[in-house]
């Protein structure tokens, strides 16, 4: 009887799926072929710009919390009010000018402890450009300083945590560290003023008197550039972005507003820069 029983589960099973299946034929074809249009769409759609921007949490009497953000105005433009861990939601007035806008570009917002070696932990491959920014304009608070290239090596004082580090960045690179594209786009920023006005653009070129944590940040993000001009990859640029106080305490608006002013004319294929550039002919020295 078991052939039998076997034979008649079989049979069941087609009649079954003769009137329950068949009709479903239809909807299964409508279906796979909205699976097959959203693929088409989703390979022909544009892909969206990924843009980091990190800021430095403080460094003054922090080695019993490095995530503290009170004193650094840069880690304040990301995250707002003072704070002793970074909120979930980066929401200061520098994510809320630059979402509103690009809502077109995938913003993605971190603030780093200030040790050597702290940018280490951002994934910058994974990105189109990355923006550093840190404090670094002490004798104004209506400059903003944009740094060309960066200087293989590190200065002799500690980090938050108490810690030196070696004096060279990279034996295999040489003194300076400079990509010719990136280069050409921050000096035609040179003098101009953003933020309705009140602020002025400078730049520098990498000098050893600026050779911080602030510079080997750039100096390992120039390198990330340049790997991935290499390989065909995703980066572009990376910039290094140093900004002052605010001239009203607490007041980080207008900050905020020049500095995503500056990001946006930085950013690859933005109206100020033209195209995004020919990976084909870059280079980087030093």
Same mark, same amino acid.
């Given at each position: 009887?078991?052939?039998?029983?076997?034979?008649?589960?079989?049979?069941?099973?087609?009649?079954?799926?003769?009137?329950?299946?068949?009709?479903?034929?239809p909807?299964?074809?409508?279906?796979?072929?909205?699976?097959?249009?959203?693929e088409?769409?989703?390979?022909?759609?544009p892909?969206?710009?990924?843009?980091?921007?990190?800021?430095?949490?403080?460094?003054?009497?922090?080695?019993?919390?490095?995530?503290?953000?009170?004193d650094?105005?840069?880690?304040?433009?990301?995250?707002?009010?003072e704070?002793?861990?970074?909120?979930?939601?980066?929401?200061?007035?520098?994510?809320?000018?630059?979402?509103?806008?690009?809502?077109?570009?995938?913003?993605?917002?971190?603030?780093?402890?200030?040790?050597?070696?702290?940018?280490?932990?951002?994934?910058?491959?994974?990105?189109d450009?990355?923006?550093h920014?840190?404090?670094?304009?002490?004798?104004?608070?209506?400059?903003?300083?944009?740094?060309?290239?960066a200087?293989?090596?590190?200065?002799?004082?500690?980090?938050?945590?108490?810690?030196?580090?070696e004096?060279?960045?990279?034996?295999a690179?040489?003194? !300076?560290?400079?990509?010719?594209?990136? %280069? #050409?786009?921050?000096?035609?920023?040179? *003098?101009a003023? =953003? @933020? /309705?006005?009140?602020?002025?653009?400078?730049?520098?070129?990498?000098?050893?008197?600026?050779?911080?944590?602030?510079?080997?940040?750039?100096?390992?993000?120039?390198?990330?550039?340049?790997?991935?001009?290499?390989?065909a990859?995703?980066?572009?640029?990376?910039?290094? !972005?140093?900004?002052?106080?605010?001239? %009203? #305490?607490?007041?980080?608006?207008?900050? *905020?507003?020049? =500095? @995503? /002013?500056?990001?946006?004319?930085l950013?690859?294929?933005s109206?100020?820069?033209g195209?995004?550039?020919?990976?084909?002919?870059?280079?980087?020295?030093?």
């Amino acid at each position: 009887t078991g052939p039998h029983n076997l034979l008649g589960v079989l049979v069941s099973g087609w009649i079954y799926s003769q009137q329950v299946m068949w009709p479903c034929r239809p909807a299964l074809g409508v279906l796979a072929s909205w699976r097959m249009n959203r693929e088409a769409q989703a390979e022909t759609a544009p892909r969206r710009p990924r843009i980091l921007v990190t800021g430095f949490n403080d460094w003054h009497g922090t080695k019993e919390n490095l995530f503290r953000c009170r004193d650094n105005p840069s880690c304040r433009l990301l995250l707002g009010p003072e704070c002793l861990a970074p909120p979930v939601k980066r929401d200061g007035p520098l994510p809320k000018v630059l979402r509103t806008a690009a809502p077109h570009v995938d913003w993605c917002f971190m603030t780093l402890p200030t040790i050597w070696g702290t940018a280490e932990v951002c994934d910058r491959l994974s990105f189109d450009a990355v923006f550093h920014i840190g404090l670094g304009v002490y004798d104004r608070h209506d400059c903003i300083l944009l740094e060309d290239g960066a200087f293989n090596s590190r200065c002799s004082a500690c980090d938050a945590s108490g810690m030196k580090c070696e004096k060279i960045i990279d034996e295999a690179c040489g003194q !300076v560290l400079v990509n010719p594209q990136q %280069s #050409a786009a921050v000096k035609s920023l040179h *003098a101009a003023r =953003v @933020g /309705e006005g009140n602020f002025e653009i400078e730049v520098r070129g990498a000098r050893p008197d600026n050779t911080y944590i602030c510079n080997e940040t750039h100096f390992r993000a120039l390198q990330a550039v340049a790997l991935s001009e290499g390989s065909a990859g995703r980066l572009q640029a990376a910039y290094f !972005v140093h900004i002052p106080q605010p001239a %009203s #305490a607490e007041d980080f608006d207008p900050l *905020a507003q020049a =500095v @995503g /002013e500056v990001i946006l004319r930085l950013l690859p294929g933005s109206p100020a820069l033209g195209a995004a550039p020919d990976r084909t002919n870059s280079s980087v020295s030093g």
